[in-house]
């Protein structure tokens, strides 16, 4: 039985639990949008601030979900080039693609916290009749920017300490899944549900 990542063992559930969180927003906005619909049709009334809460929830659903697809490892990479390459090759690229991942992030979270510090400064609000304070939503997007470079900063310490110690388990780890691990995730809970239904 392979080792679990202890990074992702200690992450993942806070991350499972964010992107849930960002997932109940997005079902919110789709009720209210549908809520919208119906009144504008049968009753000829508007409920105002749908698309502004709409921007605010893409934005917060979008930070959230970066550190899960991280440590589910979902985010886009070009496999054509890392199926061609050795182990060696391939755990390099898999290091700088960590260490890129968690420069990025620490940008963005820093862009984001001075965003937040320039709206609470300056009391920015909206410009909708709905005059919505900025740094309400902006404090929200800034916590999954800062989760995300939290863990994008401890995906790529482990993998600094993997490229010394266990190649393999840089790749196993923080490479792109195999098609063998996409089988097994998709069929291990349907054979638990099995088992449970018996």
Not at 64 to 83: K, N, P
Not at 98 to 119: D, G, I, N, P
């Amino acid at each position: 039985m392979t080792q679990a990542n202890p990074v992702a063992r200690a992450l993942l559930p806070a991350a499972r639990a964010l992107s849930l969180i960002a997932g109940y927003l997005l079902l919110g906005l789709a009720l209210l949008v549908t809520a919208e619909i119906l009144l504008r049709r049968f009753m000829n009334v508007s409920l105002q601030g749908g698309d502004e809460f709409g921007g605010y929830v893409l934005a917060i659903l979008a930070a959230f979900g970066f550190s899960y697809a991280l440590l589910e490892r979902s985010h886009t990479r070009v496999e054509i080039l890392l199926e061609r390459v050795g182990t060696g090759a391939r755990s390099i690229l898999n290091l700088i693609s960590a260490w890129c991942v968690t420069v990025m992030a620490c940008f963005m979270a820093w862009r984001a916290y001075a965003a937040l510090s320039e709206s609470i400064e300056y009391r920015a609000l909206s410009g909708t009749p709905l005059m919505t304070p900025l740094w309400q939503p902006q404090i929200l997007w800034f916590a999954g920017l800062l989760f995300f470079a939290v863990t994008s900063a401890a995906v790529a310490l482990h993998a600094s300490w993997l490229m010394a110690r266990d190649r393999s388990g840089l790749n196993r780890f923080y490479g792109v899944k195999t098609l063998d691990e996409i089988i097994e995730e998709e069929t291990v809970p349907t054979l638990e549900m099995k088992v449970q239904g018996r």
